[in-house]
DNA sequence: AGCGTAGATGAATCCTGGC
DNA sequence: TGCCAGGATTCATCTACGC
């Protein structure tokens, strides 16, 4: 692995033709190039790696500062890299490196792009523009999100990837079979579940987050691993501290990273050369766990289990409430709040399952509401 | 209910001005136009409804419906001009509606489409660019997708809405508190899961599905709950077989719908007389504190719910602080200040909520003021 | 050692009404 | 138009520390 400092400072070894500033029969294969993305991928011959992975600048414009309700002060990206002129500017600069990336992607490869709605839809829309074909757009559903603290809109919960072959008639890797076994023998979904990255894994330096948009390695692997074979060349053009690297390194895929950044470079650098190859058991730790959906009260309401103005009571029918269009209950006495919350303050408890507390007609007598939670369940699950 | 076959049609009753065929002081509310959208929307008034829900056709096979290229500018990038050119056109298509939508909608109302990755970058990069401002987008997770037979690509198991705004500075309607209540009070996040429309829902003639995209309710429901109030008016310019007019009526919102094919047209008017509107209390919602009367902290001091002199401190007992007549308080230090004030200087925050801050002492604990105002709220209120 | 609690934090376009 | 002040607002996870 070694680190390129800037294609034309190359030492008289590196297979570089001077009047081109091009890589010639060989490739920087996993090494790091620290130069903008556009130029460093004209330095590239065209056709040559076999999937592109990008994490581009989000483009957040963000507004002031923002508090936590026990205030605390919320770290926000305000990097120089994610800051553009306009929209129309963060357009060009998107369509550029697409365009790059596109003359050096194979006839038959692969490129994934990660965003959020700040950029997700200028870069759909120019992969579009460029001819490549969208095989698939995957959901990163956020296990713990940062909640949204002022209470105005939902929280964001998630980001976006695109999946896009060459072309409309050009092949592509898809290790289906892989993907269906990481899945317990059901198809891998377009909606794809893991934390953000913290803990260990996150990379820190002084007891702070090197990187502000650090991605887990899990969301890489599964991407890899779905798309590409031992052996393949992997390009990020947004490389940061290096996550495709690892990931490759680790998979046995060869990588070429593109980061302006020393700072980062010099993080990726350390990290790669700690990744060790894939052994069985990290396969495994991989996995996200399976848990049980969590089914909402509202769920029910909204999908007609339960309809708005239904009336539920507790086992001995002493109070009895009313169902809201939100799921929200309503007492006789005017107390008003969750299926939880009302329980609790009715009997004046602390908590309170609102699940087994409250209790519907039927046929067949009263019954918990938890029922109909269970028929809902049976008749979504797979 | 009535439907509208076109508005150059419309019977001389109906409040159109023949020479600029537009619709003059009264919107036909409730009740479908059957004409092509963007028309239909040229006749009606300049910010006008709360609300759009759009749900626009995707299939890049294009037809005669969709506007061909209006002389917007030829990127050379391409070198496959058929797909080129419907991608093109549907770019021409998704924007000329979405620019009446924009001129239809209040400064402080809200537009939600849905697509798939075959639209929705369009979509997206159109809103964008026409100046909306994107609040979220959410993903639909469909508990019950169809399988990917051929096993060529991740199962495409969901869909995607935008919500926008007219601006980055312009009001939205967003029912937090109903959105926290309807998801077992934790907030509501922007990934939504929903069976797909089937079973009873589903619309049928003869045994055959009669809207090859119908939506399901529960998902209407929640956009609808979340951003209109009662008595709003929303704009499906999409209405196809009127999911969102059915939703509309139970949820006591104004609907119009705009809808070419008379198939739909019949089928969604007879859907909608169908759906019976919910009872007026089962529409109440949730309520924002800050919609709430509000309280001021001297009320209770005035009416006896707390005695001047008497004494609060935070959660921990780190501070305390000696209530004045006048509502104010002054902590040992010598610090005086609101309750909100108060709390903020002695932790050293930018703000804070005084009335879960500060607490009193009870037979049961400690007590946040908060709990005061609950128990004057409900000695006072009707 | 193991458990329980407190504190920190993450790609965030994050307030509103009155003067 | 801006400024000021009232007051509304958080979830899952990991680490540190004390008992």
Chains 1, 2 share one sequence.
């Not at 052996?231 to 980061?259: C, M, N, S």
Request: a neutral charge.
């Amino acid at each position: 692995m070694g680190v390129i400092e800037k294609v034309a400072k190359a030492p008289q070894a590196a297979p570089v033709d001077v009047r081109t500033r091009k890589w010639v029969d060989v490739l920087p294969l996993d090494s790091i190039i620290q130069q903008d993305c556009i130029e460093a991928m004209r330095a590239l011959p065209a056709a040559s790696v076999d999937m592109i992975f990008a994490d581009p600048p989000y483009n957040l414009q963000l507004g002031g500062d923002l508090a936590r309700p026990d205030g605390s002060h919320v770290d926000a990206v305000t990097d120089d890299w994610d800051k553009f002129d306009s929209l129309s500017a963060y357009d060009a600069f998107t369509r550029a490196w697409l365009a790059e990336a596109r003359r050096v992607l194979k006839p038959n490869g692969t490129i994934w792009v990660i965003g959020s709605y700040h950029n997700i839809f200028k870069v759909g829309s120019a992969i579009q523009d460029l001819g490549f074909w969208i095989l698939n757009d995957i959901i990163w559903r956020k296990a713990n999100p940062m909640p949204n603290f002022k209470g105005t809109r939902f929280t964001n919960a998630h980001e976006t990837l695109i999946w896009a072959s060459m072309g409309e008639k050009a092949k592509y890797t898809f290790n289906y079979r892989s993907m269906k076994t990481l899945n317990d023998e059901l198809q891998m979904r377009s909606d794809w579940e893991f934390p953000i990255c913290g803990g260990q894994e996150r990379l820190k330096k002084n007891g702070t987050k090197v990187h502000p948009t650090q991605k887990p390695e899990a969301l890489l692997y599964r991407v890899m691993l779905a798309c590409t074979k031992p052996g393949d060349i992997v390009l990020d053009p947004f490389f940061g501290t290096g996550t495709t690297g690892a990931v490759a390194k680790r998979l046995r895929r060869h990588w070429i990273g593109i980061e302006r950044e020393g700072g980062y470079v010099e993080a990726a650098q350390e990290r790669i050369a700690a990744a060790l190859p894939l052994d069985e058991s990290a396969v495994t730790t991989m996995q996200a766990p399976r848990q049980a959906p969590r089914v909402a009260f509202g769920t029910l309401v909204e999908t007609g289990y339960l309809n708005p103005g239904a009336v539920l009571t507790d086992p001995k029918r002493r109070w009895r409430a009313t169902v809201g269009v939100d799921g929200n209950l309503r007492s006789e006495c005017g107390a008003a709040g969750s299926i939880h919350k009302l329980g609790a303050t009715l009997q004046g408890a602390p908590s309170c399952n609102g699940w087994t507390f409250w209790h519907h007609e039927t046929p067949e007598g009263l019954k918990p509401i938890d029922t109909l939670r269970q028929t809902y369940l049976l008749a979504t699950q797979p």
